[in-house]
Structures are given as C-alpha cells and as structure tokens.
C-alpha cells in the first residue's frame, strides 16, 4: 500500500490516491499515516477545506496515545485553524507525560490564537512549572504575558474564586525548590554533577531524572555569559543533595569557582547560599541539605529523542514515511517508518546499512632518486546508487504489511 501511494504521488495522481486511501479506510484496513497523506493530498489536489479538517479530525480515533503522536496531530490541526482541537490534543498529552514541557508550550501558542482563556491558564501554568530548557527566558516570558492577559479577563468578568485559584496555582509554579548554578571565569571548563536523594546522578550526559532534576545548562570558557553550568529541580524530593564539581580542561582563572545554591527559589521563604570552590584534579563535594521539597513520587523521564524544551517534536514529513531509508544525495540512513497497524499488525527488525555515492580518488606521488621528478599515480571512483527496491509480505495469516529494504 506505502509503495503504491508513493508511486501515484510521485506521478501526481492525487485523486487516485485520494481513491485509493478512502477505500481502505471504508474498507477497515486504515492506518494512521492513511490520514495524514489523505489530508495533505486533498490539500494539494484543492478539496474544499472542510472535508480536509474532517479527515484531520477523524484521524484522532486512530492516532497513537503517545505524546509524540498526540504533538504532530495538534500541529496539523492548527495549520486549518482548529486550535480549540489542537489544545485538546496537548492537554491529552500532558495527560499522559505531565513532566514534558512541550505540550505546554505549544498548549499556549493553541490557546491564544483560539482566545481560550481556560486553556490558557493551563497552558501558562504548566510552562512555568516545566520549562527549565535552553530556551526558557522567553517561553516564560511569554507565559506571564498570557498571565496578565487571564487575569485581566477575569477581573472584568468579576470571577473572584477562579482568580484566587489561579494565583494560587501560580505561586506554585514560580516556586523552584532547589537550584545550583556553578559560575567560573577563563578559558576553560568545569563541570557541575547532581547526585540526588534517589541515587540518580543529573548531569550533562544525564539532563533529566527521575527526581525531577533538570540540567539547564552547560557553559563553557572563553566567554564570561557562557561560564557556568546550572541545574534545576522544580518540585524536589526532601533528602540530601551532592553537587560535584569536575575539571574539564583549560585555565580557570584564581583556580576558584562558586556555587550558588539556591532554595524554595521566587516565594519568601528564598534562601541562597554561596559556597567557594577550589578547582583542583579531584572531584570537589558539596553536600546540600532540602527539607522542604514537594514531590512525593518519581518523574517521568523524557526520552532522549525528546528534549527540545518548550518546542514540538519534530516528526518526518509524509514522503520520508513512505520512502523508507532515502534520503538526499542518494545515501541511505536509519530512519523508522513508523508503521503501526490498527490490528493483525506483525513486528520487524529493520536492518539498516549504509552505502556511499558520489567521486572518491586515492592519489599516491612518487620522487625520483634524483629527486627531479614526481610521478603521481591517481585511483578515482565512481559509485552511485541506481535503484532501491522495496517489497510488503505477509506473514502466518495474520493480515499485517510489512516494510522492504534496500
């Protein structure tokens, strides 16, 4: 079927595979990515916009309850102006990985183009409360101006409990329970290791945990702005912290470094502390004690596909799912399809190779002994990929279409 609907594609044949992919789903026999192509191919061949956001719509009755699938829908849906639909697809996504910022950023961006007050309230809370990434300065900028815009309608409409409730919330959200930031100077590096309660150790290699620690970020010399490493832990477990700090390379200036250490961050209860460090081979231990923490049990961890703080996730378009493996330039490269049968489906293991193309040329020069001449003796190489053939085979009766390879 993938095979066929490329094929008719590539011809621009749209209302054929217009056809051919509403037949199967009359049929039974739809699949997620059936949707998509049907959508985007009505939206080429010039379909009236409704039966566009009708197929849109329809695709959530068999679209995988994952965040990652959940994301891509409500982007698609927002491209035909159903941000009230598209919100309720971040909300179910939030739903099922509360820790992610992503479903809240892109939420707000939903809740505001529908002016949907309530989402928006949701939406600004769960950037607050999450969006610890790269690019948190102005996803939580943009998050207390949907704040001010919330609270302002409220206080026109005269919802007194609703308000009280939301800033309620928001106090929560601004809180952070625990924060370490190492700052140095020079052109050099260090760098800053978490051990939580739980056992876990937050770091770069590890910038999210269990225990709801963040690695916000990881700096480096020259450049005074970039001289530091900071982690962050919103809603914490009580218990004892260890910040290690560890040499990288280069000159530190003084050989000294500080850590900040900063606890129930934004309320009055903030208590910041300042701990000097000196910078030598061995590891440096500082032990942090947190008493107050909030979180009673263990984070999701987000996958490491995913961390793209406070932005979509960002999936393969319709032709790359249904060219497996084809990239540009003729090369091949991992590439999951993606294929999930609604039932009978069978698993495989794809194999994944990779094949060069293109001019390559050894060359070897050769002096003569009286060192008047060279002679150069070149082996270009031609190679190029001429055709990929796939195949679909069915196995032991059990109706599910399987994937080819090159």
């Known amino acids: 079927m993938r095979l066929l609907v490329k094929e008719l594609s590539e011809a621009k044949r ?8 509403e037949q199967a789903i009359l049929a039974g026999q739809s699949q997620p990515w059936m949707y998509e192509v049907l959508a985007l191919t009505m ?10 956001e009708r197929v849109l ?18 982007a698609y849906l927002a491209r035909f102006e159903r941000f009230p639909q598209a919100l309720q697809c971040c909300r179910q996504a939030a739903d099922l990985e509360p820790n992610r910022p992503e479903p809240y950023g892109e939420g707000l961006r939903f809740a505001e183009r529908a002016k949907d007050t309530l989402g928006m309230a949701w939406a600004s809370i769960g950037v607050l409360t999450y969006c610890w990434g790269p690019d948190r300065e102005q996803h939580r900028q943009r998050a207390e101006g949907a704040v001010a ?44 290791l978490v051990e939580e309660p739980t056992g876990e150790t937050c770091s770069h290699d590890t910038p999210y945990t269990r225990g709801g620690g963040v690695f916000a970020h990881d700096g480096h010399g020259p450049q005074p702005a970039d001289c530091y490493d900071e982690y962050v832990c919103p809603i914490a477990f009580s218990g004892e912290y260890k910040a290690i700090v560890r040499y990288g390379w280069g000159q530190i200036v003084g050989k000294r470094a500080r850590l900040i250490v900063t606890r129930a961050a934004g309320t009055s209860d903030e208590v ?9 081979a061995e590891d440096q231990v500082v032990r942090i004690s947190l008493k107050n923490g909030r979180r009673q049990r263990a984070a999701e961890v987000i996958p490491a596909d995913h961390r793209q703080s406070g932005r979509p ?6 032709l790359q799912q249904l060219a ?12 999951n399809i993606g294929a999930q049968p609604v039932g009978g489906g069978v698993g495989y293991q794809p194999v994944i190779q990779f094949f060069s193309t293109g001019i390559t040329m050894t060359a ?33 009766g059990t109706g599910g279409a399987g994937g080819g390879q090159p």
């Open 324 to 335: 497996p493996g084809q990239v540009a330039g003729g090369q091949t490269a991992p590439f």
């Open 364 to 396: 070897m020069a050769t002096v003569s002994g009286d060192r008047r001449y060279v002679r150069i003796t070149a082996l270009p190489l031609f190679s190029e990929i001429t055709d990929v053939f796939t195949f679909s085979f069915v196995s032991g």
């Open 272 to 280: 910041r502390e300042v701990v000097p460090i000196s910078v030598e």
């Open 14 to 21: 749209h209302n054929d595979v217009i056809a051919l992919l």
């Open 57 to 74: 719509l329809s695709s959530r009755d068999v679209t995988p309850a994952d965040v990652h699938s959940l994301l891509y829908l409500a």
């Open 313 to 318: 996730v960002v999936r393969p378009t319709v």
């Open 149 to 192: 815009e919330v609270r302002t309608a409220w206080q026109k409409a005269g919802d007194v409990a609703r308000l009280l409730e939301f800033d309620r919330a928001l106090a929560e959200a601004r809180r952070c329970d625990l924060q370490i930031r190492l700052e140095f100077s020079g052109a050099g590096d260090l760098d800053l």
């Open 43 to 52: 939206e080429v061949a010039g379909r009236p916009r409704a039966q566009v």
